[in-house]
């Protein structure tokens, strides 16, 4: 049974920095494709970043060059490094694997 545990979220002001994190149970990170979606207030759930098996990682173009996937295989743990972050970005957070969701974690971003 695959489970997904995010953490990290809180509120942050602008420019600021955050780092969640997604610890799974029944998968393994390095050999599965994971990844960070959001959802903001009165909008759809979109991909933030993924990281394949093979490392290679994506990111949505509203936050490339400013937020960062990376994985501790020996922890079985996916992060997504969130630096200079603005109001937009804003939203609940969920860790994504194999049609598994996360429960979610909140960022909040003042201006």
């Known amino acids: 049974q695959v489970q997904l545990v995010e953490s990290g979220g809180g509120l942050v002001q602008a420019g600021g920095s955050l780092r969640l994190s997604c610890v799974a149970s029944g998968i393994f990170v390095n050999i599965n494709t994971m990844g960070w979606y959001r959802q903001a207030p009165g909008k759809q759930r979109e991909l933030v970043a993924s990281?394949?098996?093979?490392?290679?990682?994506n990111y949505a173009d509203s936050v490339k060059g400013r937020f960062t996937i990376s994985r501790d295989n020996a922890q079985n743990t996916v992060y997504l490094q969130m630096n200079n972050v603005k109001p937009e970005d804003t939203a609940i957070y969920y860790c994504?694997?194999?049609?598994?969701w996360g429960q979610g974690t909140q960022v909040t971003v003042s201006s």
């Open positions: 990281i394949s098996g093979s490392g290679s990682t």
């Open positions: 994504y694997a194999r049609t598994v």
